[in-house]
Every structure is written in C-alpha cells, then in structure tokens.
C-alpha cells in the first residue's frame, strides 16, 4: 500500500448556536493515502463538507473542532499556528467549492485572482505568475485562455467558473485536493465535462484527490476507495467495487438503491425521513430511526466500526446476518 498522507482520528467539530451544540462530526476516523481517489459520501447534513473544512482549519463561525487529530504527511495539524495552516493552504492542500459564483472574488479578473496565488506561495514575478495562469487556462480546457484572463466570473458561464475554480486550486499543485460537490449548479453536458477533467488531471498529476459528493454514481466513476458518512458518523469503509458489490450498512444500502440506472425496470426506493437534529441526535446507532432492519438493541447502543475483511469497515449491529443488496459500479 501507497504512503499515508492523511489520517484523521476520533475527530469531533460541533456549531455552538443559540439553539444548541450541532454535533456536525462526532467522532469520525478515516485514512487518506497517496495518489488515491477517494470518496465521502452522504446525504446533505452527514458532515463531508465540514470534514474537509477541519482538515483545512477553515470551520466557519460558530463551529469549532472541540477534540480529535488530523495528520498530514505525518505531522499534526490542529497543533499548527493559523501562519503555518495559511502556508499549507495552496502548496500543499486545496479544495474546490460547490459554487464557484462564491469562491471566486466577484471584484477581482480571472488573472489577479490566480496571479495573486502564485506570486504569493512561487515567489514568481507579475509576468512570470501570468505566464502559469495562462498555461493553468489550457490545462483545465478554458477556450480563447487570452481573453479569460482579462475577464470577470460574472462575464462567464457556469462551467468555466468552475474550470477557473480548479485551476486555481491547483494553482500551486497540492498533494491534496479536496472537491466538494464540484458540479452541483451545473447542467448534466457541463457536468460530466468537468468530472471528467477532475479525474484527468488526477491521474496526470498523481495527485491524491477526495471527491465529496452525495451521487453513487460519481462515487463509481471517480473514486477508489470510499467512505459513507450519515450525521457526523462513519457507516461504513470500503473500496469503490466492494462498497458497490458487497454493501454492509443499512445507509449504504439505500443509498445505493436510490441511484436510478438505464437498465432499471422497478422504482427506486426513497430512504424515509430526513438527516436527524444534530442538537439531539437518536440514541444508539444515528440511522436507526429511518433503518428497516433496526431491532431494539440499535435504539440503544451506538454500533462501532467493526472490521468486515481487510480495508473493509462497517457500523452496523447487524452487518454479520443482513443479506444486502448490491449492484454494479
């Protein structure tokens, strides 16, 4: 197996509001290793986003990491100054939002925006830094590079302000990439467009990648390794055709069985209810509530990761005896 490059341990970031404490992330653990391609996935609300935030130490206001440890290339990095994260944040980690209408400076041209990055983490020259964002321009497949440059996110379509977002994550190329929901305001064409760079460009790179999404089908098309995450909780770890094959939690399951398919004859099946509060989450196992096979011992007590074969994890009381249903990745 590859190097390590990311390992978060028993970490718990909560939103301390007026209603009470959202407990976003409560106690995940995960492994992230070099040049893979790996996917959290969930519904909106199980916490992905928020764990690439901790990991970048960008937790918005009034959220806080409260307790856990998240190890990149070996070194720990809530022990790090905001000097010394501001330092990482480019070189070295990067993430691409949903919305690149939001990440990107409305006030500021395509090249100030990239130029600033380089000059800043390269030490390059005002010429030199331009010279690279055109070259970035091309990489990520941006038409008449020249004129884009000299433009504002508002003169451009959706998909090239998310061509732009990538080039700039990638502006100083990091080791890690996080893309967080990366084609959510997209339309299908555009999205299947910009997936496909993202996987490109991962591969050319040998960068390590963690795709954040809520679509098994983007789980299947670009990732390795995934892990299922559902109200701040791990359900399950697993490689991609395993996940897809051999599902072992209830969620996964049901995720599954929600991804409609061209060769599909039955209706897909809706998973009832909705993502628990977080202020007060269910007791026992945090599923159990819209769980079909939840018995009284799930109401209860909270199930651990338990291992099903090697590089395969599940939480889940019940994965042993369950005859759950997979499919084709």
């Avoid at 690149?100 to 130029?115: C, D, G, H, I, R």
């Avoid at 064409?189 to 996987?199: D, H, R, S, Y």
């Avoid at 199930?303 to 599940?314: D, I, S």
């Amino acid at each position: 197996m590859s190097e390590k490059l990311l390992e978060i341990t028993d970490l718990r970031t909560y939103f301390f509001t007026e209603a009470g404490v959202v407990k976003a992330l409560d106690g995940i653990s995960l492994e992230v290793y070099k040049g893979q391609a790996v996917g959290l996935v969930g519904e909106s609300g199980s916490g992905k986003s928020v764990t690439a935030q901790s990991v970048l130490r960008i937790v918005p206001r009034p959220g806080r990491i409260v307790t856990g440890s998240i190890k990149f290339e070996g070194e720990e990095l809530l022990s790090k100054s905001e000097n010394e994260m501001r330092s990482l944040r480019g070189p070295k980690m990067a993430i691409v939002f949903q919305d690149p209408t939001t990440s990107l400076n409305p006030v500021y041209t395509v090249e100030k925006q990239l130029t600033d990055i380089l000059i800043l983490h390269r030490d390059l020259t005002r010429e030199e830094a331009s010279k690279r964002a055109l070259s970035l321009l091309e990489r990520v497949g941006i038409s008449e590079p020249e004129k884009r440059l000299k433009a504002y996110p508002h003169e451009l379509s959706g998909g090239m302000k998310q061509r732009i977002a990538i080039a700039r994550a990638l502006s100083c190329e990091p080791v890690l990439l996080f893309a967080d929901e990366p084609t959510t305001n997209l339309d299908v064409t555009i999205q299947a467009q910009v997936l496909e760079l993202l996987k490109q460009l991962q591969k050319e790179l040998n960068m390590t990648m963690v795709m954040i999404t809520h679509d098994m089908g983007i789980i299947a098309d670009l990732t390795e390794r995934v892990t299922v995450l559902y109200a701040g909780k791990v359900m399950e770890v697993a490689d991609t055709p395993t996940l897809f094959r051999s599902p072992k939690h209830p969620y996964t399951e049901a995720l599954l069985k929600a991804v409609p398919s061209v060769k599909q004859t039955r209706a897909l099946e809706v998973i009832p209810g909705n993502i628990p509060n977080l202020i007060e989450p269910p007791t026992g196992c945090v599923f159990h509530p819209r769980c079909k096979y939840a018995k009284d011992i799930c109401m209860k007590q909270d199930p651990q990761l338990e291992k099903v074969t090697e590089g395969h994890f599940a939480a889940c009381h019940f994965w042993r005896e369950l005859k759950l249903e997979g499919r084709s990745a």
